[in-house]
């Protein structure tokens, strides 16, 4: 079957850096999703890797290795604004989302 | 630019009635998709679009039915209510179907169904 894992909810403390991991299984790979959804609203996108390696776009990096089905999620300087939800989604061969529940990050000052 | 709207915002509905969810986006995107988002769970798809004309089965498409006349609207409607359906429903649109293309989410409409 089709899984996604993520831990439930971590604590980080401002301007601290924290990696959030996901780990997939999918029939074929198209692709591995961030998103980041703030309570009461919508996803909105972060991050795409579909080649090993990691991908840096400001505070917030991501990485993927294909062979192991592992990606994560690193956020650098928190800040409080950074409380949030983040999804991770593996796409599979039919080019659709499969969707880890995602994991409460809860930034402490 | 709007991107994807969402109505209504809420919604109380009692159980076997039948309601229509609306989604319209203006970003000419062809792929469209429904999903739900229950507290524990991941997103789930319902139904998807990938084109205006052609509609597709997720992974809970009973008890729901979809419509794509044109691009721009998805609606997804209801047929007979039930409680298992109180949900958090989120429409979605990417430029098409294949890899890297984000979707971008509408705000949601919270449903309960008593």
């Known amino acids: 079957g089709q899984n996604i894992d993520q831990p439930t909810e971590m604590t980080a403390t401002e301007g601290a850096i924290v990696q959030i991991n996901c780990t997939y299984q999918t029939s074929g790979f198209n692709g591995l999703f961030w998103y980041q959804q703030h309570a009461g609203e919508a996803p909105t996108f972060l991050s795409y890797?579909?080649l090993d390696g990691l991908e840096e776009k400001g505070r917030f990096s991501s990485f993927l290795s294909r062979s192991k089905g592992y990606s994560y999620l690193l956020l650098k300087e928190l800040q409080m604004k950074d409380s949030a939800s983040y999804l991770c989604a593996a796409m599979d061969s039919n080019y659709q989302l499969i969707w880890g529940a995602g994991t409460k990050l809860i930034i402490k000052p | 630019t709007a991107g994807i709207t969402q109505a209504p915002t809420s919604q109380i509905l009692a159980a076997g009635r039948s309601m229509t969810l609306r989604c319209t986006q203006d970003m000419r995107h062809n792929a469209m998709y429904w999903y739900r988002q229950d507290l524990g769970l991941g997103l789930r798809l319902i139904h998807y679009?990938?084109?205006?004309?052609?509609?597709g089965k997720g992974e809970v498409p009973d008890g729901y039915s979809v419509s794509r006349a044109n691009t721009d609207d998805f609606p997804l409607t209801l047929a007979s209510a039930v409680p298992s359906q109180t949900s958090v429903y989120f429409c979605?649109?990417?430029?098409?179907?294949?890899?890297?293309?984000?979707?971008?989410f509408g705000p949601g409409t919270r449903l309960t169904v008593l």
């Open positions: 979605a649109s990417s430029a098409d179907d294949s890899s890297y293309n984000e979707q971008f």
């Open positions: 679009s990938n084109t205006a004309g052609t509609t």
């Open positions: 890797n579909v």
